[in-house]
């Protein structure tokens, strides 16, 4: 089921309304412009989802997007939502209203199979983006971990190919039979040679470059492509990572930027400070890593570089 429709050639622009601003909502606006949407912004960060709602519909908007942020602000305008009449691009409420609960995800998880965490157990956290469809179809993209606040990594090296695959088909078989139609982030850690899953959170989580760079697919604008009733095009098999990439949070000066050229991205939101992500990928991983030196020394200088390097293995 479509909670709204892609335009047609030369008809007038659908819009949505965004409950994002900056860096936030840029992979949104970008996905939107990409698919012929036009997107009505939020006032602020926290503007409260009911006075959202309404002026999403007093504006004529066909759906509302979180943007990137947490699952306690989806669950309260999926909830706006619902009670004014919108549609919202996510999962479903029950299931956002589990994700936000935590235990009952694990619960949710458990009964379908898949093997939790222990509590108070140390382990290595990794992640995976999954994405559903109208039929019941799940596919899952390239396994990441962050390496500090302002890295992250992906796919996961220190996994062997086959551990990346059975957090896939964990992950697969988890969510096969709850309904999900969109995009979710769920976390692993391996405790002891053994994966558990520890959660999940709904939408978008600002990492998406990483995804697009390693399969070619952007899921961002594939969750708005599967919000319009759109189907998974892609085989899982062709979705397998190319190469290694790895995205940095930075905050540069209003006047840097990078020149270019192989393996590099830049997403930047000038009007929330500068803040930005930088993106680098490779065939390989020290090839993915030289890129994003390059990168962070045009946009930060050497030192700084330096320091965002520091403890990187190239692998």
């Known amino acids: 089921m479509s909670i709204f429709s892609l335009p047609d050639p030369g008809a007038p622009l659908p819009r949505i309304a965004l409950a994002a601003v900056g860096l936030a909502g840029l992979r949104v606006r970008q996905a939107a412009a990409e698919l012929g949407l036009a997107c009505l912004g939020a006032t602020t960060p926290d503007e409260p989802a009911e006075a959202l709602v309404a002026r999403a519909l007093a504006a004529g908007c066909a759906a509302l997007h ?26 479903r409420l029950a299931l956002i209203d589990a994700m936000q609960d935590g235990v009952a995800a694990q619960t949710l998880l458990r009964e379908a199979g898949v093997p939790l965490a222990e509590a108070g157990v140390p382990g290595r956290r990794v992640e995976l983006a999954v994405l559903g469809d109208r039929l019941g179809r799940v596919c899952w993209l390239a396994v990441r971990e962050s390496l500090g606040s302002a890295l992250v990594r992906a796919p996961v090296t220190w996994l062997t190919p086959e551990q990346r695959a059975y957090l896939g088909q964990l992950a697969v078989q988890g969510l096969s039979g709850l309904g999900l139609t969109g995009l979710v982030t769920l976390r692993f850690a391996l405790q002891e040679n053994r994966l558990g899953f520890c959660g999940m959170r709904p939408g978008l989580t600002g990492r998406e470059a990483l995804d697009e760079a390693l399969t070619g ?3 961002a604008v594939v969750q708005l492509r599967l919000a319009a009733g759109d189907r998974l095009r892609e085989r899982q098999a062709a979705l397998a990572p190319r190469g290694h990439a790895l995205q ?13 050229g192989p393996g590099l991205r830049l997403d930047r939101a000038p009007e929330t400070g500068g803040e930005a992500r930088l993106t680098a990928w490779g065939r390989t991983p020290e090839e993915a890593r030289r890129r994003g030196r390059r990168g962070l020394q045009e946009l930060l200088g050497a030192k ?12």
Do not use: H, N, Y
Request: proline residues 11%; aromatic residues 4%; neutral net charge.
């Open 66 to 91: 979180p943007g990137e942020t947490d699952t306690g602000r989806q669950l309260a305008l999926a909830r706006a939502c619902r009670a004014g009449g919108l549609p919202f691009v996510g999962p």
């Open 217 to 219: 697919l952007d899921p």
């Open 248 to 260: 940095w949070r930075c905050v540069p000066g209003a006047t840097a930027g990078i020149s270019g």
């Open 304 to 315: 700084c570089a330096a320091a965002l390097l520091t403890g990187l293995d190239p692998g």
